[in-house]
T-cell receptor, first 116, second 116 residues
Framework: KAGVTQTPRYLIKTRGQQVTLSCSPISGHRSVSWYQQTPGQGLQFLFEYFSETQRNKGNFPGRFSGRQFSNSRSEMNVSTLELGDSALYLC???????????????FGQGTRLTVV | AQTVTQSQPEMSVQEAETVTLSCTYDTSESNYYLFWYKQPPSRQMILVIRQEAYKQQNATENRFSVNFQKAAKSFSLKISDSQLGDTAMYFCAFMRWMDSNYQLIWGAGTKLIIKP
């Protein structure tokens, strides 16, 4: 069974540009969550999509958006990039929504975004 | 505010030794979940162990066990017979369900190095 796949693995963008990251969940998983990881900050929750609907959202500005397709694949978009957006972006998939507290999340290897 | 604190930024032990990673959290909720995740250099976050707050019995998974002290709001991870492959960042996370939504809050992580 293939794991969670995130593309691209590495990305370098310039301030002011926009970027789209992709996440393909494990087959059969309907929930996809996105996290931003920066050194010393742990993981910060961005949002969760379940069956093409945003179910939960963290405290990030509107420049961060996402969507989920009917095949459960998800994309995350960041517009007007800032230097502070440089981070590892992790995607996690699970069978059920995060509302099921005991659902296990499986993570991808992340996309390392560098904004210069 | 809900917080998760991992007071040890970095730890180092010899192979085969036992090591304990600490985690404390702050909440007024009575029902929640606690997790330990491992992030090796490959960057993929892997669930190590999970504890439900209403269960008094400490969770165990092979060489990994937790010491859950609900009154003290402490959730430490013990790794017995440590192996070189245990070298990774370890994150403690707290999840609760509230107001038709869930919150997942992460600690800043502990870097664990197992020396041969």
């Amino acid at each position: 069974k293939a794991g969670v796949t995130q593309t691209p693995r590495y990305l370098i963008k310039t301030r002011g540009q926009q970027v789209t990251l992709s996440c393909s969940p494990i087959s059969g998983h309907r929930s996809v969550s996105w996290y931003q990881q920066t050194p010393g900050q742990g993981l910060q929750f961005l949002f969760e999509y379940f069956s093409e609907t945003q179910r939960n959202k963290g405290n990030f500005p509107g420049r961060f958006s996402g969507r989920q397709f009917s095949n459960s694949r998800s994309e995350m978009n960041v517009s007007t990039l800032e230097l502070g957006d440089s981070a590892l972006y992790l995607c996690a998939s699970s069978q059920e929504s995060g509302r099921a507290l005991n659902t296990e999340a499986f993570f991808g290897q992340g996309t390392r975004l560098t904004v210069v | 505010a809900q917080t998760v604190t991992q007071s040890q930024p970095e730890m180092s032990v010899q192979e085969a030794e036992t090591v304990t990673l600490s985690c404390t959290y702050d909440t007024s909720e009575s029902n929640y979940y606690l997790f330990w995740y491992k992030q090796p250099p490959s960057r993929q976050m892997i669930l190590v162990i999970r504890q439900e707050a209403y269960k008094q019995q400490n969770a165990t998974e092979n060489r990994f066990s937790v010491n859950f002290q609900k009154a003290a709001k402490s959730f430490s991870l013990k790794i017995s017979d440590s192996q070189l492959g245990d070298t990774a960042m370890y994150f403690c996370a707290f999840m609760r369900w509230m107001d038709s939504n869930y919150q997942l809050i992460w600690g800043a992580g502990t870097k664990l190095i197992i020396k041969p």
